[in-house]
């Protein structure tokens, strides 16, 4: 839905309409903006990484801990390893597996 928005706001921008058939990676190249999904994503994962440096007991540290009921995590933890709370401690390489992580949504609308 947001991505929806985004390429209407794009063509918008440049001043053209669906109707010319213009591709989205043309009208990206013109726009220069960050796609809506990727930057979501690169936001979730700094977030995640300053919330996991901290050294007070907040609650997010907590609920982090805490496990499902399900019993599984979801696949974005797959991104950095099973051991990625420790990952989180190293700044530089928690910044490396940010483009990754962020790419994500990129990568699955190509594949589908």
């Given at each position: 839905m947001l991505e929806h928005c985004q390429r209407a706001m794009e063509r918008s921008m440049i001043g053209?309409?669906?109707e010319d058939k213009i591709q989205n990676t043309v009208i990206r190249s013109k726009?220069?903006?960050?796609d809506?999904?990727?930057r979501i994503d690169s936001l979730k994962w700094r977030w995640t990484g300053h919330m996991l440096?901290?050294?007070q007991e907040k609650w997010s540290n907590i609920i982090t801990d805490g496990y499902p009921r399900e019993?599984?995590?979801?696949r974005g933890r797959l991104t950095a390893g099973p051991k990625w709370r420790r990952v989180a401690r190293d700044r530089v390489q928690w910044k490396l597996l940010e483009e990754v992580f962020a790419k994500r949504h990129t990568?699955?609308?190509d594949i589908l």
């Open positions: 053209i309409k669906k726009t220069k903006v960050t809506v999904l990727t440096r901290g050294t019993g599984r995590r979801n990568e699955l609308r």
